[in-house]
């Protein structure tokens, strides 16, 4: 039994990077201008229901970094803790028993506080760049967070609603090895 709920985590948190990657590769023209809007980070919300998801959550923010952000290492590295933090926060929301909403502050404030430490630096090295301040690029990304921190507040409470835990997705796991005896 406890290898059927390894197997599935694993094959979920699979699915979660996928469609992590699926979504930035989607949503590029609106997830990198000048306030950037990424959607996928709406994901972070996640281990409120799925705590298993906190790794697999970093893990998809740094390979959506080598695979769509362009950035070099300190990007693909920086987003992983980046990933990892923010979904490690809304875990410990969760398991202090808080109100769905306040998932959404790691989601906007984590990303938009951090990621510019590393990120204006770079972009402003860049060939025929102006100089990008930590400010003006936090102010950006804290904006182009809500929109995901708000979606990521609205994804938990439809799972709640509807039921979907990791115990229902074993119990479904069960219904079709069942239907395929």
């Known amino acids: 039994m406890k290898k059927d709920n390894n197997l599935l985590k694993l094959t979920f948190s699979a699915m979660v990077i996928a469609i992590y990657i699926i979504i930035m590769f989607a949503s590029q023209w609106f997830s990198?201008?000048?306030?950037?809007?990424?959607?996928?980070t709406s994901l972070y919300a996640l281990p409120a229901i799925f705590p298993f998801l906190v790794f697999p959550l970093g893990l998809a923010n740094g390979l959506s970094n080598t695979f769509?952000?362009?950035l070099g290492p300190i990007d693909i590295i920086g987003g992983f803790i980046v990933g990892l933090l923010t979904s490690s926060v809304v875990f410990i929301i969760?398991?202090?028993k808080l109100n769905d909403w306040f998932i959404a502050f790691p989601i906007i404030f984590i990303p938009g506080l951090i990621v510019p430490i590393w990120l204006a630096p770079i972009l402003s090295a860049l060939p025929d760049a102006q100089k990008i301040t930590y400010v003006a690029l936090a102010l950006s990304l804290l904006a182009g967070q809500f929109i995901p921190g708000v979606v990521g507040v609205l994804m938990v409470k439809e799972l709640k609603r509807r039921k979907i835990t990791f115990g229902s997705l074993k119990i479904h796991n069960k219904i079709v090895e069942a239907d395929n005896d």
């Open 94 to 96: 969760k398991k202090y």
């Open 32 to 40: 990198f201008g000048a306030v950037q809007i990424r959607i996928a």
């Open 68 to 70: 769509v952000g362009g």
